[in-house]
């Protein structure tokens, strides 16, 4: 399903206000001198902003690990350090 939240929030921050109810476009009120994203627009960047969302979860675990290692404690030590 389409999170048209996340889609805005991702590609129209800073463009004007708005919000949207349920998920649902036709519940999308838009309040900006831009242009109202059509509905095909958003639908089309749902593709590309859910990449973006595991590019940077995976960019996240591999900076994790990399800095495990460098301090050299495991995952399970790390999370006993944070309780």
């Known amino acids: ?4 939240a ?15 109810t349920a998920n649902d476009y036709d519940q999308f009120i838009w309040q900006s001198d831009e242009p109202k994203p059509t509905k095909k627009q958003l639908d089309d960047l749902w593709v590309k902003v859910q990449d973006e969302i595991k590019t940077e979860a995976e960019a996240k675990a591999s900076s994790k690990s990399a800095l495990l290692t460098k301090l050299g404690i495991t995952e399970d030590e790390a999370k006993l350090l944070l309780s």
Request: aromatic fraction near 16%.
């Open 6 to 20: 996340i889609i805005l929030d991702r590609k129209f921050r800073g463009m004007g206000l708005w919000s949207i």
């Open 1 to 4: 399903m389409i999170d048209y």
